[in-house]
């Protein structure tokens, strides 16, 4: 099993930034990839960026590309997300998640892909 506990929301102002946390226990084999999901109300869960835990290896979405990045320390088994130029539209809940299909070295950003979820931070950009 896999447990993720996600922190570091709030509220910022437009052009602000934060750095999500999430904290990773578990069997190792079970969270070769490492994500960030973002939900709005009303919205499907999207994919903002995934990191492949043995390589390092990241991919953005398009809509936060420049933007944020996502990063690891794997000698703490923790997670991040540095958010920067941040926008009302970045408002969300944000989700950490840990799966293990990767396809040509990259891990995904498909939700269907993940399957261990941790409970949400609120991110509220006003």
């Known amino acids: 099993d896999v447990q993720l506990v996600e922190s570091g929301g709030g509220l910022v102002q437009p052009g602000g930034s934060l750095r999500l946390s999430c904290a990773v226990s578990?069997?190792?084999?079970?969270?070769?990839?490492l994500a960030w999901f973002r939900q709005a109300p009303g919205k499907e869960r999207e994919g903002v960026a995934s990191?492949?835990?043995?390589?390092?290896?990241?991919v953005h979405a398009d809509s936060v590309k420049g933007r944020f990045i996502i990063s690891q320390d794997k000698s703490k088994d923790a997670l991040y997300l540095q958010m920067d130029s941040l926008k009302p539209e970045d408002t969300s809940m944000y989700y950490c998640a840990a799966g293990t299909y990767y396809k040509d070295g990259t891990c995904s950003l498909r939700r269907t892909d993940y399957r261990y979820w941790g409970q949400g931070t609120q991110v509220t950009v006003s």
């Open positions: 990191i492949r835990r043995s390589t390092g290896r990241a």
């Open positions: 578990g069997d190792t084999y079970r969270r070769g990839c």
